[in-house]
């Protein structure tokens, strides 16, 4: 499959090139007159679905820099006062618009002239759109958009000291692969502790966001923000059923490796006890792995890494950089976590992560890396829309990048001895995830289906479900505090609200694919640009099916997948 990561800037045909997104009596002539004007032939609905797409994409990135710009200086007021204006000034004038185009769509006589097969899944999003649009959940998504920005406000600002010295705390997190056990812990308890003095503001601000999300899902005729939620996200081929079997199949399946894998842990690092602050250690005498140490090191050793896979992978994040679209390294005032944004227009994305020089930096790299080469395969697709991939195909796209990135992952570790532990820590982690998806998503479904419970019940409950998908090789005796605000580290609870399952859904896809690439690399690796390239041009089966893979997330699917990680673990040690 040949194509050139020399990615461009879309041309406009529609709006000024100078067009800028300031206000909104700038913006609203172009609304009027795509809503206006005639469409008296299927040449003139195509024309005018273009135009729309354009539209679209330049919005579309205007939104995303300023989020980008926000998250990278949280102390910034005036980046976050330009985020709130679009949401807030902005997106509520919008919608109403968006709704009336939606609706002469659909309603269009020439719509059915349109290719069924090549149109099928954005009429459907449409439709879907439609069903869901209320004009009294304008103002409380405006406000949702403004209240989620505020978890990463308030985590940018936690800082902890260690011997004199402030950290962020994913800088501190690498202290915890330290062999002096009692660093571990201080630095462990620290971060914990520093958790705990927001602990009343993060559990405020989670309650407003719930209950602003369940009105605006009964506003919508839905008993429930979940299955609101499920419908606005497209889940049109599972539902929470199968999300429920899903929670069991971990159980049975995953929990009793994971006790294997940390049962081993324990052993190798000879303690009677496996606390928390032990999970990322090596035995004394073990260096921990130092993959890197600048930013622009894990970029370069990336674009080596990616250069031995395909040479596409490493023109587009070469591409990337040309064009300034990496913040790799943690700083005070920066939002946790890490994202890949695609910026509709221009076409290339950015990568904004919190490098701290650990391996799970250099996972998280090459798992953003596969989000980008998504959006530069799929930007080639004529609108916008049809880039808008489901989340269970998009981190198929950056799951799979990190298994298969790990032969090349010398680039990163000197000694073969480093190499193979660095595998091995991969290895693990597809399988220690798993717990952790399946806790977070049961207790959204929890806190959805019981929007008015009370703190000391969502404390409760989140502890029974961390209890159930817990190893009980670790011992978390007198943690019990720390354990049971746990749940306020995970952005996804606040900003993304029913967005984990993917996680799980597409790490089994990326295992499929990995069983293929360990049998034919360059088949694997054209199955998997084959199915990105096709954006959401498809329903999720057919996405899946391109790749080679079958959407299923069955308790037998799982137990099979499973057993090939283990294989491929054991065979490492």
């Given amino acids: 499959m040949q194509i050139s990561a020399d990615i461009r800037k879309l041309p406009r045909q529609y709006l000024p090139e100078d067009f800028a997104v300031t206000n909104w009596e700038a913006l609203e002539p172009y609304f009027r007159e795509l809503l206006e004007r005639p469409l008296a032939s299927r040449p003139d609905l195509e024309k005018w679905l273009k135009d729309m797409s354009e539209m679209e994409a330049v919005l579309s990135e205007d939104a995303c820099w300023r989020q980008i710009r926000m998250t990278c200086d949280t102390e910034n007021k005036s980046l976050e006062e330009a985020f709130v204006f679009f949401v807030t000034e902005l997106q509520p004038k919008i919608q109403p618009y968006a709704d009336k185009l939606n609706r002469k769509l659909v309603e269009s006589p020439f719509t059915q002239e349109l290719d069924q097969q090549k149109y099928f899944t954005y009429l459907r999003s449409v439709r ?29 600002k936690m800082t902890v000291e260690v011997n004199g010295q402030e950290y962020t705390l994913q800088q501190a997190a690498k202290m915890l692969e330290s062999p002096d056990r009692d660093l571990r812990e201080m630095v462990y308890r620290k971060i914990n502790e ?13 309650t407003k966001l719930i209950g602003l999300r369940h009105q605006v899902a009964k506003n919508a005729g839905f008993e429930n923000y979940r299955d609101y939620k499920f419908k606005e996200l497209g889940r049109f081929d599972y539902n929470k059923e199968d999300c429920f079997q899903f929670h069991e199949a971990v159980k049975l399946h995953i929990l009793p490796l994971v006790n294997t894998i940390y049962g081993k842990k324990k052993k190798k690092l000879g303690l009677d006890r496996l606390r928390p602050w032990d999970l990322e250690a090596e035995p004394a005498g073990v260096q921990p792995l130092n993959p890197f140490k600048t930013g622009s090191e894990l970029l370069e050793k990336t674009i080596r890494c990616f250069e031995q896979l395909r040479p596409f992978f490493a023109d587009c994040l070469r591409k990337m950089n040309e064009m300034k679209r990496f913040d790799l390294e943690s700083r005070k005032g920066k939002a946790p976590g890490g994202y890949n944004c695609p910026l509709a227009e221009t076409g290339a994305p950015f990568i904004f992560m919190n490098a701290a020089g650990q391996m799970s930096d250099v996972t998280t790299m090459v798992h953003e890396g596969g989000h980008a080469i998504h959006s530069f395969l799929a930007h080639p697709l004529e609108l916008s829309s049809f880039k808008e991939y489901p989340m269970e195909i998009a981190e198929v796209a950056s ?30 982690r597809v399988i220690t995830i798993f717990p952790w998806i399946a806790t977070i998503d049961k207790f959204q479904h929890w806190v959805y289906e019981h929007p008015f419970h009370t703190l000391e019940e969502r404390a409760a409950r989140w502890k029974e479900i961390l209890t159930e998908f817990s190893s009980d090789v670790i011992d978390f005796n007198g943690l019990e505090e720390y354990r049971t605000y746990g749940w306020q580290r995970q952005l996804h609870l606040f900003e993304v609200p029913l967005y984990y399952i993917e996680y799980g859904i597409a790490q089994l896809g990326a295992i499929g694919l990995w069983m293929q690439f360990r049998e034919n690399k360059d088949a694997a690796l054209d199955n998997y640009m084959r199915s990105l390239s096709l954006g959401g041009t498809k329903t999720l089966p057919e996405l899946y099916q391109a790749a080679g893979l079958v959407f299923n997330f069955s308790p037998d699917r799982i137990q099979k997948l499973m057993q090939f990680v283990k294989k491929e673990l054991e065979g490492k040690r």
């Fill in 194 to 206: 520093r958790r705990l003095q927001d602990k009343d503001t993060l559990n405020e601000l989670y």
């Fill in 128 to 156: 879907k759109s439609i069903d869901l649009f209320r004009e009294e959940n304008i103002p409380l998504q405006s406000e949702l958009g403004v209240l989620q920005q505020q978890f990463g406000v308030i985590s940018g």
């Fill in 399 to 428: 799951m799979s990048m990190e298994l298969f990135s790990m032969d090349s992952w010398e680039e990163f570790f000197d000694k073969p001895e480093d190499l193979e532990r660095a595998k091995e820590h991969q290895l693990e």
